[in-house]
């Protein structure tokens, strides 16, 4: 058992990265909001808000247990157990001792909130709000549960103690799961009325700078706190995510710049996040130059996937596959490259390093996390077009989600588009 001033210590330092991410989820409405028409700010915002409410009540309910807890017989590797369904556990040592259950518990119920609340990006402006608190429940239970338990949980099937695929803060879990599972949402729900014919510019640019702005701080949260010790990991994690993300961000402005002349405002902060994306999975196992190069090539990347997403006609609406589904997925193999056990001994050796097998793990991985999300959310959807209209009709999405959803205006009628 860890002395009590490190516990105590520890918790603290968790409970900050908690209170970082549970930060970027309303960072990510604000982000969000900026890209729509303005007669779907609220509701737009709303989604990520209802996220809050909805996974944090079923995470205290079952969603730690299942996710965190071990499970029995067969199905171990794939999911937990009900034996701490309710939280009864918080106050329990967890791990080593230097942190206790219920910390840990509300870190990771910070990323359960933003991986759905991710996918609400793709679906915005056209979405029934009864279908998408439906989705919620049922994407997070299905989907999402056992996918952290996989990755992260006690004997997991694609984590250390199974396949061994590295992902340090979510890769799989977070960012390839909410880009899987938007495309997966934006194929089943159809495109906007107006696209891709009358497409809408951003209603508010200093949303969408300021969104990015307030994820990127979060983002110290997320990755450092996954370290979940104060120490020189929680270090090197807080380094590589912001050089990965100031990285990505100057790639997209130069790539903007050779395209059409200059930068603009929306490619400096969507270069940012792929930025933050990409180096998710790998911000506890690469060195700072190998943040460097990832960010490089997220820009890269990222940008290359939403432009052929534009010429495919896909309308997801706010480019959660290009930003979180391939950044992510570029992180999970290019940790397998860069990744260096002399950063971190817990980790392993990359292709650089000469262990291809590394490499292979984390395509596996990858390749089984986008079949399991694609599957799942597919199937979730299927169950709730049986219940609940998956979209508005033509008239309310012309009239606008705010009203349709909420019967409320983000702003006065005059000022309306």
Same mark, same amino acid.
């Given at each position: 058992?860890?002395?009590?001033?490190?516990?105590?210590?520890?918790? #603290?330092?968790?409970?900050?990265?908690?209170?970082?991410?549970?930060?970027?989820?309303?960072?990510?409405?604000?982000?969000?909001?900026?890209?729509?028409? =303005?007669?779907?700010?609220?509701?737009?915002?709303?989604?990520?808000?209802?996220?809050?409410?909805?996974?944090?009540?079923?995470?205290?309910?079952?969603?730690?247990?299942?996710?965190?807890?071990?499970? =029995? *017989?067969?199905?171990?590797?794939?999911?937990?157990?009900?034996?701490?369904? +309710?939280?009864?556990?918080?106050?329990?040592?967890?791990?080593? #001792?230097?942190?206790?259950?219920?910390?840990?518990?509300?870190?990771?119920?910070?990323?359960?909130?933003?991986?759905?609340?991710?996918?609400?990006?793709?679906?915005?402006?056209?979405?029934?709000?009864?279908?998408?608190?439906?989705?919620?429940?049922?994407?997070?239970?299905?989907?999402?549960?056992?996918? /952290?338990?996989?990755?992260?949980?006690?004997?997991?099937?694609?984590?250390?103690?199974?396949?061994?695929?590295?992902?340090?803060?979510? +890769?799989?879990?977070?960012?390839?799961?909410?880009?899987?599972?938007?495309?997966?949402?934006?194929?089943?729900?159809?495109?906007?009325?107006?696209?891709?014919?009358?497409?809408?510019?951003?209603?508010?640019?200093?949303?969408?700078?300021?969104? /990015?702005? @307030?994820?990127?701080?979060?983002?110290?949260?997320?990755? *450092?706190?996954?370290? @979940?010790?104060? *120490?020189?990991?929680?270090?090197?994690?807080?380094?590589?995510?912001?050089?990965?993300?100031?990285?990505?961000?100057? +790639?997209?402005?130069?790539?903007?710049?050779?395209?059409?002349?200059?930068?603009?405002?929306?490619?400096?902060?969507?270069?940012?996040?792929? #930025?933050?994306?990409?180096?998710?999975?790998?911000?506890?196992?690469?060195?700072?130059?190998? %943040?460097?190069?990832?960010?490089?090539?997220?820009?890269?990347?990222?940008?290359?996937?939403?432009?052929?997403?534009?010429?495919?006609?896909?309308?997801?609406?706010?480019?959660?596959?290009?930003?979180?589904?391939?950044?992510?997925?570029?992180?999970?193999?290019?940790?397998?490259?860069?990744?260096?056990? =002399?950063?971190?001994?817990?980790?392993?050796?990359?292709?650089?390093?000469?262990?291809?097998?590394?490499?292979?793990?984390?395509?596996?991985?990858?390749?089984?996390? %986008?079949?399991?999300?694609?599957?799942?959310?597919?199937?979730?959807?299927?169950?709730?077009?049986?219940?609940?209209?998956?979209?508005?009709?033509?008239?309310?999405?012309?009239? *606008?989600?705010?009203?349709?959803?909420?019967?409320?205006?983000?702003?006065?009628?005059?000022?309306?588009?």
């Amino acid at each position: 058992m860890a002395p009590l001033a490190l516990r105590s210590a520890n918790n #603290g330092f968790v409970l900050i990265s908690a209170a970082l991410v549970l930060m970027m989820t309303p960072a990510l409405a604000l982000f969000y909001a900026g890209f729509v028409r =303005s007669r779907n700010v609220l509701n737009t915002m709303v989604m990520s808000f209802a996220a809050m409410a909805l996974v944090s009540v079923l995470w205290v309910l079952f969603g730690y247990s299942l996710a965190f807890s071990p499970g =029995s *017989g067969r199905w171990a590797p794939f999911i937990g157990g009900l034996q701490w369904a +309710g939280l009864s556990n918080w106050s329990s040592p967890y791990g080593d #001792g230097s942190l206790s259950h219920g910390a840990f518990a509300l870190f990771q119920l910070t990323f359960a909130i933003i991986t759905p609340a991710l996918i609400s990006g793709a679906v915005v402006e056209r979405m029934h709000f009864r279908a998408w608190l439906g989705f919620l429940v049922l994407w997070s239970t299905f989907v999402y549960l056992p996918l /952290a338990h996989m990755v992260w949980g006690p004997g997991g099937f694609l984590g250390v103690d199974g396949m061994g695929a590295l992902d340090f803060a979510g +890769g799989l879990v977070v960012e390839m799961a909410s880009g899987i599972g938007a495309t997966v949402a934006a194929l089943v729900i159809g495109r906007r009325r107006t696209y891709p014919n009358h497409t809408a510019p951003p209603h508010n640019v200093p949303f969408i700078l300021m969104g /990015a702005g @307030l994820l990127w701080f979060g983002w110290f949260g997320f990755n *450092g706190g996954s370290a @979940l010790v104060a *120490g020189n990991l929680a270090t090197l994690a807080c380094i590589t995510t912001n050089t990965a993300a100031a990285a990505a961000a100057v +790639g997209w402005m130069v790539l903007e710049t050779l395209q059409r002349g200059k930068p603009t405002a929306v490619g400096v902060a969507t270069g940012a996040v792929a #930025g933050l994306v990409a180096i998710t999975p790998a911000a506890g196992f690469v060195s700072p130059i190998g %943040a460097l190069l990832i960010g490089f090539a997220a820009a890269v990347v990222s940008q290359a996937a939403l432009q052929l997403k534009n010429r495919i006609g896909l309308d997801d609406s706010l480019d959660v596959l290009p930003v979180h589904g391939v950044a992510g997925l570029l992180g999970i193999v290019l940790t397998g490259v860069f990744a260096l056990k =002399s950063v971190n001994p817990a980790g392993a050796n990359g292709l650089l390093m000469g262990q291809a097998a590394q490499l292979w793990i984390q395509l596996k991985a990858a390749g089984f996390t %986008a079949l399991w999300v694609a599957v799942g959310t597919y199937a979730v959807l299927q169950v709730l077009r049986m219940v609940v209209p998956l979209r508005v009709s033509d008239h309310e999405e012309r009239q *606008g989600m705010d009203i349709q959803a909420h019967g409320e205006e983000a702003y006065n009628s005059e000022f309306t588009t």
